[in-house]
Each structure stands twice: as C-alpha cells, then as structure tokens.
C-alpha cells in the first residue's frame, strides 16, 4: 500500500459539540501519523474553495456557511494531515458516509451526524477523498512549513515588502 497523505476537518459542529477528543481518539485507531494541524477561522474564500466541486448545488451557500461557522456561532475550524499506508481509505472507513443517515452508525458521521431541516448534511467531519483532492486541499489549507516533511515540491519566493500582525 502506498503512503498517503489526507486531509481531515473537524467542522464547526464537531467544536461545538465537544467532539475533538472523541475524533481523534477514533483515528487513532488507524495508527497514521499527524503531520500538521491547525485551528482557524475559515473565511468566506476558503470556504467557497474548499467545496469549489459543489458550487452549482442548492445547498452550497448554506454548506460555505456552516463550514465557516455561521449555523454554529462559533468560527473554528480544527485541520489536520494524516499520513500513512492507504491514509486515504483508512480515515473515510472511520468518518463514514457523506449522509448521516446512510452511515454505519458506529461511524464518526453514523454516530454525531445530522440532517438540517434545510437538507444540509452537518457531518461533523471533512476527510479526503482521493490523492488528487488531498493534495489540492492540503495545499488550500497549509503552507509548505506548517507540514512535518516535504510531501510536495516547493518552490522559493523573495518577498519585499509585508504587512504582518505582532503581537503588541
Ligand atoms: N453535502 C450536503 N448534501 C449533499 C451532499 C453534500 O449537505 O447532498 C455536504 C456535506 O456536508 C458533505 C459536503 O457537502 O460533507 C461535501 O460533499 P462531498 O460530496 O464532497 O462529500 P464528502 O466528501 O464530505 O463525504
Ligand atoms: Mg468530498
């Protein structure tokens, strides 16, 4: 099995709900390996981004605001890299199905996932689904230095002049 790295979110419903500790405690079980984690606000672009691939769907306005944290009065999101032999698979068998309802209820998703009144699907959890889309979103949501190991190729770039936030 080839070594794999994938991308997971604990979304604003897994905050809320106190549910970090029980997450990691299950992909645990995978024996991968955390390469890099983050808590953040996600902002209306990287919300938009990340679900780019549903963009004309009914629901996607709805679904940038809960990622963002609207539905949840919260605006955190938790994300990590996992990386492993088969990451990918591994971590989907424990998040479960997209549909809370269709999911092995011993699943992340089965077991803390619902159905808004709307129809969105509050799934508690983002995981990757194939190389191609773990590489495009762990690019989205790190950069180079904030990944224990060089998974990607990088590039150097000379900046000039920045603006940066220090602490006062
Ligand atoms: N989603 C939804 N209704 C749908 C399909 C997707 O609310 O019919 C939401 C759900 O939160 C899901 C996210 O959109 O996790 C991304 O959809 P995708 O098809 O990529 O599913 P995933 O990879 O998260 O299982
Ligand atoms: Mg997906």
Redesign the pocket.
Known sequence: MAVEQTLVLI?PDGLVKSLTGNILSRLSETKLVIIASRVLTVSRELAEEH?A??KD?P?FD??VH?LMGDLHHTHRVMALVYQGEGAIAKV?QI?G???PEEADPVSVRGAYGR?TTT?????VV????STEDAEKEIKLWFKPDEVVGDIYPTREIVITSVNERVWA
Request: aromatic share 16%.
């Open positions: 979304k679900y691939h549903l769907k629901f709805e679904l809960y989907r998040v199905h997209t549909n159905i129809g969105v699907f509050e799934n983002h995981a990757s689904s």
